[in-house]
């Protein structure tokens, strides 16, 4: 077979390997990428409930304030009314004690109620918290396994680069760079074998003549159609 033909097939047969390896380090990051996605949407639900409690508890505040302020107004009138000359002046401030007194109720309702819901989500964030720890010790043993099986990908993209390199280093230039051109647009299916006498990357038939060529190998033959390189598999010959 023609020497430059030769190495074109190779250098495609080792591109197309380096291809192959993308999906299967994508596959082997998977696992990985799911448990982080996981820790994320639960981070953000821990920061949403945070939130949701730093509101209620400002809330909270805000009633314990009113009620103080009303304690004072309680004061305020209990001192008035020790002063008070008239039954009518000491009505009156009866009932502005009786509204402080039940605006104080009304707010020690509201507390309590905000109490009972700063408890049910502080029990969320626990629970939330205990599951990110869960999944975090689960990425620290998945990373383990995941780098494991990537350092043996890397080391097999390792060797094929290598095999490349030499191989491009010797090639001629031109063909490397014809090469390069059909890959610009045809992929890692620059190079494709003749299969039932069609290129297998147009799928388009080739006549008896180019058909013979591609059998002897001698030339480089591209494919009339689409313009890649062809050549037959040796299992094909016959
Ligand atoms: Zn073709």
């Not at 082997?28 to 508890?57: F, M, V, Y």
């Not at 302020?69 to 020790?82: F, G, R, T, V, Y």
């Not at 009972?116 to 043993?141: G, S, V, Y």
Request: hydrophobic residues 35%; proline residues 2%.
């Amino acid at each position: 077979m023609n020497k430059f033909l030769e190495e074109l097939i190779e250098l495609n047969r080792l591109e197309r390997k380096l291809k192959e390896l993308e999906p299967v380090e994508a596959s082997i990051k998977a696992p990985l990428i799911k448990l982080e996605n996981q820790k994320k949407s639960l981070e953000s639900r821990l920061e949403k409930l945070d939130e949701e409690i730093k509101n209620i508890k400002l809330k909270k505040s805000k009633n314990e304030l009113l009620i103080a302020e009303l304690k004072e107004k309680l004061k305020d009138i209990e001192e008035k009314q020790s002063k008070v000359k008239s039954e009518k002046e000491f009505k009156a401030l009866q009932i502005e004690e009786e509204l402080a007194r039940e605006q104080i109720e009304a707010a020690n309702e509201e507390i309590a109620r905000f109490e009972k819901i700063l408890e049910q989500k502080e029990e969320e964030k626990a629970e939330i918290e205990k599951e990110i720890e869960k999944i975090e010790a689960d990425i620290t043993l998945t990373k383990v396994d995941v780098d494991k099986k990537l350092e043996n990908v890397e080391k097999q993209k390792e060797e094929i680069y290598k095999k490349r390199d030499e191989l491009i280093k010797k090639m001629n230039p031109k063909i490397y760079r014809f090469y390069e051109k059909i890959k610009r647009w045809a992929g890692i299916s620059a190079v494709v074998p003749v299969k039932k006498q069609a290129c297998s990357g147009c799928n388009m038939k080739i006549n008896d003549k180019i058909f013979s060529e591609v059998l002897k190998g001698e030339e480089i033959v591209t494919c009339p159609h689409c313009g890649r390189v062809l050549f037959i598999e040796e299992e094909d010959k016959e």
